[in-house]
């Protein structure tokens, strides 16, 4: 990487040479204090995943009186939740609201991401600007409009009509975090598509997409990851089941009965969908620690 | 560096204009969705929250002028909203920095384990908002929450607390859901920080004898200001707009509604569509102005970024 950033237009003089990263200072003789804030840290992470599923083990008194380690644990929680026919439909939307908008706003994040960071362009600053305005937008100054507006036109409790304003909010992350990893490919690549006689638009295509490959996976990572967990827009613009992404099912979960405490059937439902996204940070770390900090410092 | 001078088509001009036609060829798709997702209904909401509007009774609608936003600005409820809500983003914000800070300075220092706390800190980020809310929401449970029978074992107080219906508790819940969430964030980006700063400005600093502390005021955290600014910018506008926490935790009961809830309740349960629509353009002013005073006196650096940009 650093050889990269080495070459950018930017050329700087070798007064800062970027420090490998191996040499790390403090080595080895750590501060015992360091290692109590070590565990610490560790424990606020971890605990409370550990209480949701203790939580979704218990049952009955198990579950009123709190217990530490269920002493009969039981799968009866998951059971319940699987035969929710309601869940069932809220997770079918939520795969097919991320998969559609992660697709969408990637394929035209790719191709403003691309302009934005090599071509040659009028405005391109207050474009930027633009864009980076509309992630500090709360979603409910848009939500409200909307509200109206879809219930004119059919679009209310729809999956389209989630898909739209999420695509609003997922398009100016996509386009930030990936002009970021286009900056870092070399320019010397495309000019020497140039000089085979491409056009801009072939040297993107055949040239500069194929290794951006890694980029735009982590995109993908940290546009899926956003939108599955959006809330507001999903519980302003649905209504029924039909429509109803994962988040405001949860939210909106009751238990079978009025006298049955729903806890520990909703913590079932919490770890269901935590897990597979619990998985995808553990395989992709590298890539959403990468993309969370993309263009963020490196400047 | 030299190749610099040799790029190509410099003078070519039929390849620049195709370029910038190109561009904004490219650039297009993205903004127009942008615009009319995010622009028109903006627009749409200011008309809306000029008029008395009500669902209930469809397409009664009365141009009403300003009286929306009279109302709610004379509210004690907006009030109330507008101060949780700052309330809200202090404290997490704050808490979310000097842990960040702290969290990063580690990750940033070489041991054994150093990669499995990087993924250990991480995963909270995985997990939902909603689901982050049910989870805190379990562990402060009156005698059935982790926090509370721990508490009480302990014979300390809170254990006997009912920790979501008292104000003051429950704000410490949200905050408390809303660091553990989002504290990896800024980490990271502070890390990304840490990481740019070159170890011979600390040699140096070490030949001077300088003592470790003296290293982090002067060194560390001047460099880091750019970092720890972003992280700063980034959770402000997100804890500004808070939602899904007070939702799930205490439906916006015993005082801990934000701006962005009581815009919901008055759209989407009391069917008030006007004044709905002006309590979110309220909302959407509030975060304006702040992001533009940040970016005024705090974030020179995001202003050299964008000029960069150019």
């Keep these: 990487m650093s050889t990269l950033t080495a070459e950018r237009p930017t050329a700087e003089p070798a007064t800062r040479p970027r420090a490998p990263k191996r040499r790390l200072r403090g080595e080895a003789k750590l501060n015992p204090l360091v290692w109590v804030f070590v565990v610490a840290v560790m424990g606020f992470s971890l605990i409370p995943f550990y209480w949701l599923v203790n939580t979704s083990l218990k049952k009955g008194a198990s579950l009123s009186q709190g217990e530490l380690f269920p002493s009969q644990p039981t799968f009866e929680n998951y059971l319940v939740v699987f035969q929710n026919p309601e869940f069932l439909l809220a997770l079918r939307n939520s795969v097919i609201i991320a998969v559609v908008t992660t697709t969408v706003a990637l394929v035209f994040a790719s191709f403003a991401a691309y302009a934005l960071a090599r071509l040659k362009m009028r405005r391109k600053a207050l474009i930027l600007t633009l864009i980076l305005s509309v992630t500090t937008f709360p979603a409910i100054a848009i939500a409200a409009p909307l509200f109206s507006i879809w219930r004119e036109i059919g679009l209310y409790d729809t999956l389209l009509g989630l898909i739209i304003p999420k695509l609003t909010f997922a398009l100016p992350l996509a386009i930030y975090t990936l002009t970021s990893f286009f900056k870092e490919i070399p320019r010397e690549l495309e000019e020497s598509a140039y000089m085979d006689g491409a056009t801009p638009f072939t040297a993107f295509r055949k040239v500069i997409l194929p290794l951006a490959v890694p980029g735009l996976a982590t995109t993908a990572i940290l546009v899926f990851i956003s939108v599955w967990n959006e809330f507001l827009l999903a519980v302003t613009l649905t209504t029924s089941p039909e429509a109803r992404p994962v988040p405001v099912a949860i939210a909106f979960f009751s238990g079978t009965s009025e006298f049955d405490q729903p806890l520990g059937t909703i913590s079932a439902a919490s770890v269901i969908i935590t897990v597979p996204l619990v998985i995808l940070v553990l395989l992709c770390q590298k890539r959403i620690v990468s993309g969370m900090t993309a263009g963020a410092v490196k400047g | ?310």
Aim: net charge neutral.
């Design chain 2, 1 to 310: 560096m030299a190749n610099k001078t040799l790029v190509p088509g410099r003078g070519v001009n039929g390849r620049d204009r195709a370029e910038r036609r190109l561009a904004v060829r490219m650039t297009a798709p993205s903004l127009v969705i942008m615009a009319l997702v995010a622009a028109v209904p903006i627009g749409y909401a200011i008309w809306l929250s000029l008029n008395q509007y009500s669902v209930r009774t469809a397409g009664l609608s009365r141009f009403v002028g300003l009286e929306n936003y009279i109302s709610a600005l004379s509210s004690s409820e907006w009030w109330a909203a507008f101060g949780q809500t700052f309330l809200f983003a202090g404290l997490s914000v704050s808490l979310e920095l000097a842990l960040g800070t702290a969290m990063a300075l580690l990750l940033n220092l070489a041991f054994k384990g150093r990669a499995l706390l990087r993924t250990v800190v991480l995963l909270p980020y995985a997990i939902i908002t909603v689901v982050s809310a049910i989870t805190w929401q379990t562990m402060f449970q009156p005698n059935m929450g982790l926090v509370t029978n721990v508490l009480s074992a302990l014979g300390l107080p809170g254990g006997d607390v009912v920790w979501l219906g008292e104000h003051g508790y429950a704000m410490a819940v949200i905050v408390l859901a809303d660091v553990w969430k989002t504290t990896p964030f800024a980490a990271l980006i502070i890390l990304a920080g840490l990481q740019v700063i070159s170890s011979e400005t600390y040699e140096a600093a070490e030949l001077d004898g300088a003592s470790k502390w003296q290293a982090f005021v002067h060194i560390t955290l001047p460099l880091l200001r750019p970092a720890i600014v972003l992280a700063a910018i980034f959770r402000t506008m997100d804890a500004l707009r808070v939602f899904d926490l007070p939702f799930v935790l205490t439906r916006g009961a015993n005082g801990t509604e934000s701006m962005s809830m009581l815009a919901y309740t008055q759209l989407r349960e009391n069917r008030l569509v006007g004044e709905g629509s002006a309590l979110s353009i309220l909302t959407f002013l509030t975060v304006m102005v702040v992001s533009v005073i940040y970016v005024r006196f705090a974030g020179g650096n995001i202003r050299e970024v964008a000029k960069e940009e150019q």
